[in-house]
């Protein structure tokens, strides 16, 4: 039976969350010490990257001198800094071995997305394998991060082409996340939020960011927390 997966786009403005974010995906002992209960340690040895293995610092650096060298000196405070794209697949299939479907994500972003791909790293130490793309919109000397995430038809037309470049050769269906009601979303996000209750992440400096980012899209923080969803049919997805 096809299993559903989950393919989402999201915005990074500061300098800050970039570095932030690398030491998540890279796992650092910075981000490992507020890691969510969720990590399993003994089995972050198998993640892996197929792109980039320089640190966190020296890639945020790299990123720097990149917009420096094109002109930007001073970004506009909405500027997004890196976009990150999130592949991932259903809980059971760490039993199978996903390093071709990785491979086919990543080499899928490189043809998909303009910018230069600054680090992609695939997790296998959560409930979901899953993988993080993160690339830096400067395209034609200007950031353009904006127009790469655009809006929900863009996200919509991308995952529809991911879906049938990619996905769907590996028997997997359509994420059913939009087809959520309000009440749902509503419900997914307080479980959510009551499960994080004194977990570190709250004390992050990135909270606010990953706040809302629950609010917005609550689905890939329950299957990260195990939370089983009352809905008839359920996306199974990952932060």
Not at 57 to 78: C, F, N, S, W
Not at 147 to 158: A, C, F, P, T, Y
Not at 186 to 205: F, N, T, W, Y
Request: include cysteine; glycine fraction near 4%; aromatic fraction near 6%.
């Amino acid at each position: 039976m096809a299993s559903n997966h989950l393919f989402r786009l999201g915005k990074i403005k500061s300098e800050g969350q970039l570095l932030a974010a690398l030491q998540h995906n890279k796992r650092t002992p910075q981000s490992m010490r507020h890691a969510l209960a969720n990590v399993d340690v003994t089995r972050t040895q198998l993640n892996y990257s197929l792109a980039n293995n320089d640190t966190p610092e020296q890639i945020a650096r790299y990123a720097k001198v990149q917009m420096l060298r094109a002109g930007i000196e001073k970004p506009r405070k909405d500027c997004v800094r890196a976009v990150e794209v999130l592949f991932s697949l259903p809980t059971d299939r760490h039993q199978q071995n996903t390093k071709p479907f990785f491979t086919s994500c990543f080499n899928w972003t490189q043809q998909n997305f303009a910018g230069e791909l600054l680090s992609f790293d695939v997790h296998l130490d959560e409930s979901a394998p899953h993988a993080h793309a993160l690339i830096l919109p400067l395209i034609n000397g200007k950031m353009q991060g904006s127009d790469m995430v655009g809006g929900i038809g863009n996200m919509n037309r991308l995952r529809d082409r991911f879906h049938l470049d990619v996905a769907s050769h590996y028997g997997l269906s359509r994420s059913e996340s939009n087809r959520l009601t309000l009440s749902d979303k509503q419900a997914i996000e307080q479980q959510v939020l009551a499960r994080l209750k004194g977990d570190p992440a709250m004390q992050s400096s990135v909270w606010a960011c990953v706040r809302n980012a629950i609010h917005n899209d609550p689905l890939p923080y329950a299957q990260m927390l195990s939370i089983n969803m009352p809905l008839a049919k359920q996306p199974i997805v990952m932060h």
